[in-house]
């Protein structure tokens, strides 16, 4: 009779055991998810930013071009300058 209580005390410490660790499991998978995600969608956001730096450095090399452009309709001289940006132009597609 003794060894029965014993047993029986032994599988019911195991299921109050196993119990809590599968609440515990359920509690805290889900946080370990999140992290992942968060982790993830930080490298997303740190390549976004970058591109979005890139389009604004080649958004400003046009727009000095379209200026030089239209300054030199206007005016009919200025291709030193338009050289200079065509080779900054150049060089900036050339790079990225």
Same mark, same amino acid.
């Given at each position: 009779?003794? %060894?029965?209580?014993? %047993? #029986? $005390? %032994?599988?019911? /410490?195991?299921?109050?055991? /196993? $119990?809590?660790?599968?609440?515990?499991?359920?509690?805290?998978?889900?946080?370990?998810?999140?992290?992942?995600?968060?982790?993830? #969608?930080?490298?997303?956001?740190?390549?976004?930013?970058?591109?979005?730096?890139? #389009?604004?450095?080649? !958004?400003? !090399? !046009?727009?000095?071009?379209?200026?030089?452009?239209?300054?030199? !309709?206007?005016? $009919?001289?200025?291709?030193?300058?338009?050289?200079?940006?065509?080779?900054?132009?150049?060089?900036? %597609?050339?790079?990225?």
């Amino acid at each position: 009779m003794q %060894i029965i209580q014993t %047993i #029986l $005390g %032994i599988c019911g /410490g195991i299921s109050i055991i /196993g $119990g809590a660790g599968a609440i515990i499991w359920k509690v805290l998978r889900p946080a370990f998810k999140m992290s992942k995600r968060v982790e993830k #969608l930080e490298e997303y956001n740190d390549l976004d930013y970058k591109r979005l730096k890139a #389009l604004e450095e080649m !958004q400003k !090399q !046009q727009s000095k071009c379209l200026a030089a452009m239209l300054n030199h !309709q206007i005016t $009919g001289n200025g291709i030193e300058n338009m050289k200079r940006i065509r080779d900054d132009l150049l060089e900036s %597609i050339i790079d990225k």
